[in-house]
Structure formats: structure tokens, C-alpha cells
């Protein structure tokens, strides 16, 4: 056996046990590992690159749109989160408390920042007078501790690294404006940068941000069939402005509660590039977030080093000053063949090879991660053919699993099709909810699937229909589907 069949033999198959092959792709491609307290992870170097790449991408969109970033601090004071008590019991069990600073108890206790809504809401009540600061639209990039009994890396671990954006508004609607704002921003973001195709809509009042008057959310299925948010969009109405009094004088001089929203995306758009494009052989990275986007592979055949290496650095300077993220992998202890599947199992999207043949005839090979596509190209037609391949699989990976999405997203004829359609092939259930959350927690209860989101464009959608459980007269559509 050959050092590539053991490279590839040691990946456990996505079909036989789908969890175990998420976490050896990530420990393998080296995204991340455990770290040594539980339900901690490290984001190991390859990984924390596409978390740059996630955050350069989206950061440059929160600015575009008007925001600027800020930093507010990691703690928050006791007396802060209960000033505000559906907030505070939505997230006590999940509180991180420091209770001294060095041998000295503190008089009152601090909080691992669980979210910034009360510490970034107090600041606001300083900073904001009249109609004439409004709106503050800020941003922050932060880590995040919320204690989780449950982890799993990338998904949900106790830390992990987000941006959360506070805006405060002068009117409902300038709030909701925002809030809708940044949900399609977000879905735009996921379905351009990362090829995962979402459904953007509303949450129930059930699964909403605690304190929030209405949680918009982004989701998107996974190649197992079960959902993942990927990103909330809250309109907060006036709830915190009230607890942290947050007013402003308005263009009449009368006193007036801003209207607030909140938003966020994290880490966990990790996982799901890995759920959403991974296959048996590992890591699919859409180009526009890949560390690497192109891997050069001399081979090393005879006199290479002389023959070979020389053309293979050449393409590697004129790629990079064309700005291509490249590697060329000159690496002696490694046969090619090892070489392919390490950076196949890695995600890299295009590999290209090249050996003494080519070098002779000014030709190289380029091999799709994708599809596996190979392609004789000549030298003089990189500069054009290379940023186009690359284009043509950040489409692919995004039209492949748009397909999975509408294939995988069911109509039932009743109750007892939704059990069934959730049991044995999971997806989306779209169906008609009388809006009763007697019905929505009798059908989470009996078959774990909860309501995802409810579209905005009820109207268009849903004109008349039965609740797929109690058969009430209803009007309003909504993806069901087994979540993470
Ligand atoms: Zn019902």
C-alpha cells in the first residue's frame, strides 16, 4: 500500500457515519482541535485563514453599507443583564461568571460577555442626545463565551468568534429598514462568498433572540439533511432603550426611546462550508474563501529540481503578482500522489500539475477539486483560463448544492407524510401553521423538527391552506426541518 491509499483509506465516508467524517475532516485538514478545557476548540492556522478571508469579505460589506467597527469590553456587570429579565433568562444558564480579580472577590460579579445588547446599550445612552446623532450604526468583531453543555467544533463550542452589529434608529421603520437590511446582506454574503444557497425569513416567537421583538434568520440545509442558521438579524424594537434609557430629543424637543437592532454571523459559517460542500475525500473550499486557491505540483520525476521546479516557481511569482493565493509544493518527502490527496482532503480548488513533458511542450495540467475535471492548458492561456476555472467552481459548488436544497425540500400531504418525509429523508418541510404554538411544539416534540423560518413573502406564497397538524384554517407558510 502506497502512501496515497493510506492518506485517503484513513477518511471515514460521509454516507457511513456523517458526524464522525465532520470532525476528522477537521482535525485532518487541520481547521481546528480540541483544546484542553472542555468543549473549547483551537482554530488551528489553515482554518483561521478562511476565517480571515470570511472576515475581510464581510467586513468590507458592513462598512460599504455604513457601519463602522467598534470595541466594547469583554465583561458586563451583574446589575447590567438584570435590568432587563427576558434578555437575562435567556442566557443565564449560559453565563460565564468571574467572581474575583486576583485573590480579591469583587463586589459584584461580572459576565463573560454572552452577547453585547446591555453593555453596548448603556454606552448608547451616553453617547446618544438628540434626533441629530441618529442613527449609530456600529459594529464589532469579538469572541464569545456562552456555556455550552452540548459542543461541537465550529457549531456551537463554549468560545468562539463573531460580529455583532448595534444600531440605534429614531423610528420603527428606520429599525426595520436595517434589520431586513442586513438579513439580505447576509444572505447575499452566504450564497456569493461561501456558495451555500439559504432561505432568509422570520423566526416564531418561540424560537426569537431573548428581548428582541422580531428575529429574522438565514438557513441553510446541510448534505445531511438537517438545517443550520447561519446568521440573525433582530429588530429590538424599543425593549433595551427602555431598560438602559436610551433616549433622544426629538426635531420637536420631545423626549423619544430609540429603536434598536442587532445582527450577527460567527465561526459556525465554518462548519457549514464543511457540512454544506465536503465530500469522501474532504474539504470542498469555495475559491473566494480558500487560503489556497491554487496548489502547484511539480512532479518530480528524473532531474526535476533542474527540469521542473525552475517553471514551477515562475508560475507560482506571475500567479501571486496577479493576486492568487498560491502554493507551490516542492516538499521532497512526499511523492505527488500523497501530495494530491493531502490537498484534495484540504479543499483546495484547483491543483495544478506540472512535469518535465510540460515544461518541454509549455503546457500544464489543471485538475477541478470540484469535479475532478483535468485540462491540458498552454502557458500563455493561464493569465485568462486560471481566474476563470476558479469563477466557474464557486458557481458549481453554489448551483450543486442549490439542486440538494430543491430536491431535498418536500411538500406532505398531512401530518402523517411530515412524519415520515422528517424520519426517513429529513430537508425542508414546507407547509402551511395556523400560527398556534401548541402546534409548533407537538410537532417538535414528536419529531424534532422545528419551524426554521417563515418567508417574508407570505403573500405571494401561502393564500389558503390547513395547519398540516390541527387542520385550522391558516395562512402562513413555514420551513420545517431537524436542526443543528
Ligand atoms: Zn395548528
New binding site residues.
Given amino acids: 500500500m502506497n502512501k496515497t491509499e493510506r492518506f485517503v483509506k484513513q477518511l471515514t465516508r460521509k454516507s457511513d457515519d456523517f458526524s464522525g467524517w465532520y470532525t476528522e475532516i477537521i482535525r485532518k485538514a487541520e481547521l481546528a482541535d480540541y483544546a484542553p478545557m472542555k468543549g473549547m476548540m483551537v482554530i488551528r492556522p489553515y482554518g483561521y485563514a478562511i476565517w480571515e478571508n470570511i472576515q475581510r469579505l464581510m467586513d468590507r460589506r458592513i462598512k460599504e453599507s455604513g457601519h463602522m467597527n467598534a470595541y466594547f469590553p469583554l465583561f458586563i456587570p451583574e446589575s447590567f443583564l438584570q435590568k432587563e429579565m427576558e434578555h437575562l433568562e435567556g442566557f443565564a444558564p449560559e453565563v460565564a461568571w468571574v467572581t474575583h480579580g486576583g485573590q480579591e472577590e469583587l463586589e459584584e460579579r461580572l459576565a463573560v460577555r454572552p452577547t453585547s445588547e446591555a453593555i453596548i446599550g448603556s454606552m448608547y445612552a451616553k453617547w446618544i442626545k438628540s434626533w441629530r446623532d441618529l442613527p449609530v450604526l456600529i459594529n464589532q468583531w469579538a469572541n464569545i463565551v456562552r456555556w455550552e453543555k452540548v459542543t461541537r467544533p465550529f457549531l456551537r463550542t463554549t468560545e468562539f468568534l463573531w460580529q455583532e452589529g448595534h444600531t440605534a434608529h429614531a423610528t420603527f421603520d428606520e429599525a426595520q429598514e436595517e434589520t431586513l437590511k442586513i438579513l439580505s446582506l447576509y444572505k447575499e454574503f452566504v450564497e456569493t462568498e461561501l456558495a451555500i444557497p439559504v432561505l432568509a425569513g422570520k423566526k416564531t416567537a418561540r424560537e426569537k433572540f431573548a428581548g428582541a421583538l422580531e428575529t429574522y434568520a438565514i438557513e441553510a440545509l446541510m448534505s445531511d439533511g438537517k438545517a443550520l442558521q447561519m446568521g440573525t438579524s433582530h429588530n429590538l424594537g424599543q425593549h433595551f432603550s427602555r431598560v438602559f434609557n436610551i433616549r433622544f430629543e426629538d426635531e420637536n424637543q420631545e423626549l423619544q426611546y430609540v429603536w434598536q437592532t442587532s445582527w450577527g454571523t460567527s465561526t459556525r459559517m465554518i462548519g457549514a462550508v464543511i457540512m454544506c460542500h465536503g465530500d469522501d475525500s474532504g474539504l470542498r473550499l469555495p475559491p473566494q474563501i480558500a487560503p489556497v486557491q491554487v496548489v502547484i505540483v511539480p512532479i518530480s520525476l528524473g532531474n526535476w529540481k533542474e527540469n521542473v521546479l525552475p517553471q514551477a516557481k515562475k508560475i507560482e511569482a506571475e500567479f501571486k503578482k496577479r493576486g492568487l493565493r498560491v502554493k507551490l509544493d516542492e516538499r521532497e518527502e512526499f511523492t505527488p500522489g500523497w501530495k494530491f490527496s493531502e490537498w484534495e482532503m484540504r479543499g483546495v480548488p484547483l491543483r495544478i500539475e506540472i512535469g518535465p513533458k510540460d515544461v518541454k511542450t509549455n503546457r500544464i495540467v489543471s485538475v477541478r477539486r470540484d469535479n475532478q475535471k483535468k485540462e491540458s492548458l498552454g502557458l500563455d492561456s493561464l493569465e485568462k483560463k486560471i481566474p476563470e476555472i476558479l469563477e466557474d467552481i464557486q458557481k458549481s459548488l453554489f448551483e450543486k448544492a442549490l439542486k440538494f436544497q430543491v430536491e431535498n425540500t418536500h411538500q406532505v400531504k398531512n401530518y402523517e407524510d411530515f412524519k415520515e418525509t422528517i424520519e426517513t429523508q429529513r430537508g425542508f418541510i414546507r407547509v402551511h401553521?395556523?400560527g398556534?404554538e401548541a402546534?409548533e411544539d407537538r410537532i417538535k416534540e414528536e419529531t424534532m423538527a422545528t419551524i426554521r423560518v417563515i418567508p417574508l413573502d407570505q403573500d405571494l406564497q401561502a393564500s389558503e391552506g390547513q395547519?398540516v397538524?390541527?387542520q385550522?384554517k391558516?395562512s402562513v407558510l413555514a420551513y420545517f426541518a431537524r436542526g443543528y
Wanted: aromatic content about 12%.
Fill in positions: 401553521w395556523c398556534d402546534c395547519c397538524l390541527c385550522k391558516a
